[in-house]
């Protein structure tokens, strides 16, 4: 079950839509009824839900692909992206990309942060450019002001054969420690 | 929205940019916007729709008319008799949508007059509208089940509407005995939150299992299957053995009467049973002013075109919601949340006076049997010749054989979910 479990944490974070159309239907009314689970515009206020809002738009658009055809492990989101065909998924993923992203708002431990700032520096930065905030098209998932608690569902099941990440090998060689820290770093930046 | 539409939308926006008239606040150019659209009910599905009014078209006039001060969830009340929910924490004020300039008026609407377009409130004073939202959620059919009516709600809950009502059957599973019988009823389809009784079922056999592990929970229903119902049958005996049965119609389980003073069950087959706490879910149908106002059908609710949820009865009244014909959409506050959407959006191009977007729904529900283990359904819906069907091949249940890592991470979202869709709707 262990697919399961990491699909569940990556399908989570994922939302859409606005301006562009859909088969019909546009982005923005896509997109709205994604907000019951990740927040109004895609900034969540839940915090195992990720804050989907400004995340870049190839990345939602691939990450909703994935959930729907099976390759991306997930509890409920591969049965919602079923619901939904390219045009669609397209939509939502320009709408979500254009909203504006708002950080959570949530504690951090500044010394843990500070660790963290140097693992994410060596191990990190070269994907996750900008401290982890950068949503440039094609970019990696922004994790800066991303919910911690999210991220570590993510994280706890990088072992997954669902699990996406394109360098899990090498997340699985950094400690629990050291990723508790990055992941402090990463609440630490809005 | 079609090219035919989009073609419409863009000559009647003249000069505003496609992006900016689909955006928030940049369509004061157009004529419609000093209209004043009232939404009558202040809950998932109403609260929703004055939002997304005022979200679409800052200068709408958006009045909410709700009759209670504080708006209790009943998403997730079921974790108060589980004896770890605490109410104030599904509890909210209205002054969040006051401060997004919406008018909210605390009051009960008497009347909905289509045809002058005014609601008339308690005490006579009335608002004249150009477009109404109702979202009267259900009432309770009294009297359908016999020796059940409002007044023996007080001593016997029904605790389907959340507040007061979950407080009292908290209290009562408090006060009962280790070796007590706790009897749910569940009424026929459709009703309030498909999968609600269950998960109530599931939550008070948390709370028994810790303090008072010899009682019994007896699920009689009215029905011969139930919303998700694998996944809480293998729940219930992985959690707690033999402790909740559930007896279905065709085994005598759909009660037509009680006795309030001996708690007591009569099923329509004559079989009696005592409780020791009795919690009866009552047949429902859509809120009493869909009624008052002539919105519903003979079934008692109101059905509506599913492409802007306008009432199919009166023009320019749109019902959301449990009170609506939802179709294929179980009555749940994720689905009000998402008609509420659509009615805004329907109701800010009528005032436009262009075509309305094509709609879009989505459900998502989650159920508890524990506090870490949560079950989910979820649905898409679209219009399809005047119903709302669900979209082929997508949507359903989470799958028998998932983890309890799963399980677990659907427990949180439940919460998550409630904090997200509660910050929507009041933050």
């Known amino acids: 079950m262990r697919l399961q479990i990491a699909g569940v944490a990556l399908a989570i974070g994922l939302t859409f839509s606005a301006i562009s159309q859909a088969g019909g239907i546009s982005g923005r009314m896509i997109g709205n009824t994604c907000a019951g689970c990740h927040g109004v515009n895609g900034a969540s206020a839940g915090d195992t839900m990720p804050t989907i809002g400004g995340l870049p738009r190839s990345y939602i658009e691939n990450a909703m692909k994935q959930y729907r055809d099976g390759t991306r492990g997930a509890t409920v989101m591969g049965r919602i992206a079923k619901g939904y065909n390219d045009q669609q998924i397209s939509a939502m993923s320009e709408f979500f990309a254009t909203q504006q992203w708002v950080a959570a708002q949530q504690n951090t431990d500044a010394s843990l942060a500070q660790r963290g700032s140097a693992i994410h520096a060596e191990h990190c930065e070269s994907c996750h450019a900008k401290n982890g905030s950068a949503i440039a098209n094609d970019a990696p998932s922004r994790v800066a002001g991303q919910w911690v608690n999210y991220l570590q569902l993510y994280l706890d099941n990088v072992h997954d054969p669902l699990n996406k990440h394109p360098k899990k090998g090498y997340i699985m060689k950094i400690t629990k420690g050291e990723i508790d820290a990055v992941l402090q770093f990463y609440a630490s930046q809005k | ?427």
């Open chain 2, 1 to 427: 929205m079609s090219n035919s539409n989009r073609r419409n939308f863009l000559k009647v926006m003249g000069g505003v940019s496609l992006a900016s008239a689909m955006g928030l606040g940049a369509t004061r150019a157009h004529a419609a916007v000093n209209a004043k659209v009232i939404v009558v009910g202040g809950g998932y599905g109403g609260a929703i729709a004055a939002k997304y009014l005022k979200m679409a078209e800052p200068s709408l006039d958006v009045v909410l008319i709700e009759k209670n001060k504080l708006f209790v969830s009943c998403p997730l009340s079921n974790t108060v008799l589980a004896g770890y929910g605490k109410i104030e924490n599904l509890t909210f004020g209205y002054e969040g949508l006051s401060r997004h300039g919406i008018t909210v008026v605390h009051d009960t609407v008497e009347s909905i007059d289509a045809q002058a377009r005014k609601v008339m409130i308690s005490g006579g004073k009335t608002f004249d509208y150009d477009r109404v939202i109702v979202s009267p959620g259900v009432d309770f059919k009294w009297g359908a089940i016999k020796g059940y009516d409002e007044a023996t709600s007080l001593t016997i809950p029904h605790a389907w509407k959340a507040g007061p009502q979950t407080t009292l059957l908290a209290n009562q599973l408090k006060d009962m005995k280790d070796g007590g019988v706790v009897i749910i009823t569940a009424p026929d389809n459709p009703f309030r939150c498909p999968p609600g009784p269950y998960e109530r079922a599931a939550l008070i056999a948390h709370y028994l299992k810790q303090y008072k592990p010899h009682s019994k929970i007896i699920i009689l229903d009215a029905k011969d299957k139930f919303s998700k119902q694998g996944l809480f049958t293998q729940g219930w005996k992985q959690h707690y053995g033999d402790m909740i049965e559930w007896v279905a119609a065709a085994k005598g389980g759909e009660i037509e009467a009680i006795d309030a003073a001996t708690r007591t069950t009569i099923s329509v087959v004559g079989a009696k049973h005592q409780a020791d706490v009795l919690n009866v879910i009552p047949p429902q149908h859509a809120g009493h002013i869909a009624h008052t106002a002539g919105l519903v059908n003979a079934k008692g609710w109101c059905p509506i075109n599913p492409l802007t949820c306008e009432s199919t009865l009166h023009k320019n009244v749109y019902v959301v919601g449990d009170a609506c014909v939802g179709g294929a959409m179980p009555k749940s506050g994720y689905g009000a949340n998402a008609q509420a959407k659509v009615a805004a959006a329907a109701v800010v191009a009528s005032l436009r006076g262009v075509e309305p977007d094509e709609p879009s729904y989505l459900n998502t529900c989650y159920s508890l049997i524990t506090p870490d283990h949560g079950i989910s359904v979820a649905g898409i819906y679209q219009a399809k010749d005047g119903q709302l069907i669900e979209v082929p091949g997508s949507g359903g249940v989470s799958p028998m054989d998932a983890s309890p890592a799963y399980r677990k991470i659907e427990a949180t979202h439940a919460n998550s979910w409630l904090k997200n869709i509660t910050t929507e709707m009041f933050g």
